[in-house]
């Protein structure tokens, strides 16, 4: 089984070299599809494994795959697909001397990101997160305007920031572990409770690397880069970063918090992380409420869900479940969204929501999708958002932490009214040139004569309202089926289930959970 924890890196790596060099652009862009692919059927593998009770490794153990680290695999692979594959139809020019850098970035960001949940070393995880970074600074200014570079240097700047943050923590981290005789960055190792860790040094070390992989989670208040990465890339690498990159630096966080817990206790890093989820939660209610860009929209949705996360993460084990249930609901759904929300772009030209009206009678195509995915973000059942929400908030109230949970629901009312009725003002309503035309003719009705003026007001064609009435604007063909369909349709259908399937499901959830709460 150690074939499956090479293949996630390798193939990748290798199609994305492939990409720079097949001059045939709808070949290249098959290279990050088969990507996600290698990646979800590694994942898959993997899963199968562990739930047989086997743990693979690799590398003397440096490349581990427990049922926490399989199954953010499967996440990443999944999630990887909907996007790049969803995207295919999605407009992605470039100056001709970047040819073939955007399908390899992609690649090269998948692999980094299986790197990262699959590395047993909690430096070589950074070293993956940081690899993240210089990648999808490429992909958010890839279409080289001035607002999609300037998100690109603002994403570098605070994301290298983080990652500096982190790296601190890491080293004091290493530091501490001098105690134990073999210095070591295994998180296996530095996760056993009674070690012999300084818990001075843990605590500062735990504090900083959480800190600084916050940054990267997009959590309040170092999320301001992700709005403008999010709104200026690329809808599919929009996709991917709300998805897979905001989970695995999550991901980091939990491992963190894992070794943390086995030296000082949950109630240090439980503060931090309660606050930190608290002020995202408020930040996307304020900022969702008169929010006019449809993809921002989705931006500061990713910030509110990793808030909601940070909440479930500070409960402690009651909640990991329904935390890590939650990880998969929003990366299938999140890149659902931005996949629509970048076909949206193209055929209505802007990404401005008063721009955008009455989708549901012009573009089906679109709308039906559009609104099927929105209610699964904003938490209806019988998706798994929902009952992530619901778990987290139950078991909140069942430990103690009543008020955090509280205030979170308060705050998540706030974004459910904001969401709702941004996307009633998206999708509901009659086109403008219909009503306009409409009403022309019913005016021409009033002061017509005999049958032709009733001919006009019920509508009937323009001949027949009499000579002055302006002809009814033709029907505007859906040009909205832009890509293919199936990814988004099992994107969605995997919402829905996924959270009634108590097996093999819901026993993979446990037993990640119970990685986290230290049983290896």
Excluded: C
Excluded at 14 to 37: E, H, K, Q
Excluded at 341 to 370: F, H, N, Q
């Amino acid at each position: 089984m150690s074939f499956a924890l090479w293949t996630p890196l390798a193939v990748p790596v290798i199609l994305a070299l492939l990409s720079l060099a097949v001059p045939v652009p709808a070949l290249r862009r098959l290279a990050p599809v088969a990507s996600s692919a290698a990646v979800l059927g590694s994942g898959l593998l993997l899963v199968s494994a562990v739930l047989a009770d086997q743990v693979p490794t690799l590398g003397g153990g440096l490349l581990r795959a427990d049922a926490l680290s399989a199954y953010m695999l499967t996440v990443v692979g999944a999630v990887g697909l909907v996007s790049t594959w969803g995207g295919l139809g999605h407009a992605t020019a470039a100056p001709a001397r970047f040819a073939g850098s955007y399908d390899a970035l992609i690649s090269v960001f998948l692999a980094a990101m299986s790197l990262a949940v699959l590395a047993d070393n909690i430096g070589l995880m950074w070293a993956a997160v940081e690899a993240t970074t210089i990648t999808t600074a490429f992909l958010v200014g890839h279409h080289r305007t001035r607002s999609s570079l300037e998100a690109a240097w603002k994403y570098v700047i605070l994301g290298s920031v983080g990652v500096a943050i982190a790296l601190l923590g890491i080293v004091l981290i290493y530091a501490a572990s001098r105690g134990t005789g073999e210095p070591t960055l295994s998180w296996l190792v530095l996760s056993q409770a009674g070690l012999p860790l300084d818990p001075v040094l843990i605590r500062a070390g735990g504090a900083l690397a959480v800190l600084g992989f916050a940054t990267k989670a997009g959590l309040a208040p170092m999320h301001s880069w992700l709005p403008d990465a999010h709104s200026q890339a690329p809808a599919p690498v929009s996709g991917l970063m709300s998805g897979v990159l905001l989970a695995v630096a999550l991901y980091a966080i939990l491992r963190i918090q894992t070794i943390t817990n086995a030296v000082i206790g949950p109630d240090f890093l439980r503060i931090m992380l309660s606050i930190a989820g608290l002020l995202s939660l408020f930040v996307a209610a304020a900022l969702l409420i008169r929010q006019r860009d449809f993809k921002r929209m989705l931006a500061y949705s990713s910030i509110e869900h990793m808030g909601m996360m940070a909440v479930g993460a500070a409960i402690g084990a009651a909640a990991l479940p329904a935390v890590l249930l939650y990880v998969l609901g929003h990366g299938l759904t999140k890149a659902t969204l931005f996949v629509i929300s970048g076909r949206i772009l193209e055929v209505e030209g802007t990404p401005r929501i008063d721009g955008v009206r009455a989708l549901l009678v012009r573009r089906p195509g679109l709308a039906v999708p559009w609104l099927i995915a929105m209610a699964a973000l904003i938490g209806f059942p019988p998706f798994s958002i929902f009952f992530s929400e619901v778990g987290i908030i139950i078991a909140g109230w069942t430990t103690g932490m009543g008020a955090v949970v509280g205030i979170a629901l308060v705050l998540l009312l706030v974004i459910f009214a904001s969401l709702t009725r941004l996307t009633v003002t998206m999708t509901i309503g009659a086109p403008a040139a219909s009503v306009t035309a409409g009403a022309a003719v019913a005016a021409g009705a009033a002061v017509g004569a005999g049958a032709a003026g009733a001919a006009g007001a019920a509508g009937a064609p323009a001949e027949l309202a009499g000579p002055d009435a302006p002809a009814a604007p033709p029907a505007e063909p859906d040009r909205s089926a832009h890509g293919p369909r199936l990814p988004l349709i099992l994107a969605l259908g995997t919402t829905a289930v996924v959270a009634f399937i108590a097996e093999p499901v819901g026993t993979l959830l446990a037993r990640a959970a119970a990685v986290l709460g230290g049983i290896q």
